[in-house]
Protein backbone atom coordinates (compact mmCIF):
# COMPACT_ATOMS: atom_id res chain seq x y z
CA UNK A 1 0.00 0.00 0.00
CA UNK A 2 1.52 3.22 -1.05
CA UNK A 3 1.35 6.23 1.35
CA UNK A 4 2.55 10.31 0.89
CA UNK A 5 4.22 12.24 2.90
CA UNK A 6 2.95 15.24 4.39
CA UNK A 7 4.37 18.64 5.93
CA UNK A 8 2.09 19.60 8.87
CA UNK A 9 0.78 22.34 6.57
CA UNK A 10 -0.15 20.17 3.89
CA UNK A 11 -2.38 18.01 6.25
CA UNK A 12 -3.93 20.84 7.72
CA UNK A 13 -4.91 21.93 4.36
CA UNK A 14 -6.04 18.45 3.86
CA UNK A 15 -7.98 17.78 6.76
CA UNK A 16 -9.24 21.45 6.50
CA UNK A 17 -8.25 21.59 10.32
CA UNK A 18 -4.47 23.48 10.01
CA UNK A 19 -4.36 24.38 13.65
CA UNK A 20 -4.46 21.11 14.93
CA UNK A 21 -2.00 19.07 12.60
CA UNK A 22 0.85 18.86 14.50
CA UNK A 23 -1.07 17.87 17.75
CA UNK A 24 -3.13 14.94 16.06
CA UNK A 25 0.00 13.84 14.02
CA UNK A 26 1.63 13.60 17.86
CA UNK A 27 -1.78 12.45 19.63
CA UNK A 28 -2.08 9.58 16.80
CA UNK A 29 1.74 8.87 16.86
CA UNK A 30 2.41 8.71 13.30
CA UNK A 31 5.62 8.52 12.03
CA UNK A 32 7.70 12.02 11.51
CA UNK A 33 10.50 12.10 9.17
CA UNK A 34 13.54 14.79 9.16
CA UNK A 35 13.34 16.93 6.40
CA UNK A 36 16.04 15.94 4.39
CA UNK A 37 14.70 12.15 4.43
CA UNK A 38 11.44 12.23 3.19
CA UNK A 39 9.91 10.07 0.73
CA UNK A 40 6.34 10.41 -1.21
CA UNK A 41 4.64 7.22 0.65
CA UNK A 42 4.23 7.64 4.36
CA UNK A 43 0.72 8.84 5.57
CA UNK A 44 -1.78 8.77 2.64
CA UNK A 45 -3.80 5.33 4.09
CA UNK A 46 -3.88 7.04 7.34
CA UNK A 47 -5.11 10.84 5.81
CA UNK A 48 -7.93 8.73 4.64
CA UNK A 49 -8.73 6.63 7.86
CA UNK A 50 -8.74 9.90 9.74
CA UNK A 51 -10.82 11.65 7.04
CA UNK A 52 -13.12 8.79 7.98
CA UNK A 53 -13.52 9.33 11.56
CA UNK A 54 -13.79 12.91 11.32
CA UNK A 55 -16.65 12.56 8.94
CA UNK A 56 -17.71 9.90 11.88
CA UNK A 57 -16.65 12.45 14.32
CA UNK A 58 -19.18 14.69 12.53
CA UNK A 59 -22.32 12.31 12.06
CA UNK A 60 -22.24 11.57 16.24
CA UNK A 61 -22.46 15.67 16.84
CA UNK A 62 -25.25 16.32 14.50
CA UNK A 63 -26.83 13.32 16.51
CA UNK A 64 -25.59 14.91 19.82
CA UNK A 65 -27.12 18.43 18.78
CA UNK A 66 -30.52 16.93 17.81
CA UNK A 67 -30.92 15.14 21.43
CA UNK A 68 -29.85 18.33 22.61
CA UNK A 69 -32.51 20.08 20.45
CA UNK A 70 -35.41 17.32 21.47
CA UNK A 71 -33.96 17.73 25.41
CA UNK A 72 -34.53 21.44 25.44
CA UNK A 73 -37.70 21.48 23.50
CA UNK A 74 -39.38 19.02 25.78
CA UNK A 75 -38.38 21.09 28.80
CA UNK A 76 -39.82 23.82 27.54
CA UNK A 77 -43.24 22.30 27.10
CA UNK A 78 -43.46 20.57 30.57
CA UNK A 79 -42.46 24.30 32.06
CA UNK A 80 -44.85 26.46 29.78
CA UNK A 81 -48.37 26.82 31.52
CA UNK A 82 -50.11 25.38 28.38
CA UNK A 83 -47.43 22.43 28.08
CA UNK A 84 -47.99 18.59 29.03
CA UNK A 85 -51.09 17.84 30.87
CA UNK A 86 -50.57 17.97 34.74
CA UNK A 87 -51.44 14.94 37.26
Partial sequence: MATET???SQLGDR???PEAARTL???LRLPR???NE????????RIEELEAQLAK???SAASHRADFERERERAT???SPGGWARR
Avoid: F, I, P
Fill in 6 to 8: LSY
Fill in 15 to 17: LSW
Fill in 25 to 27: VRR
Fill in 33 to 35: QKV
Fill in 38 to 45: RSDASLKA
Fill in 57 to 59: AEA
Fill in 77 to 79: LST
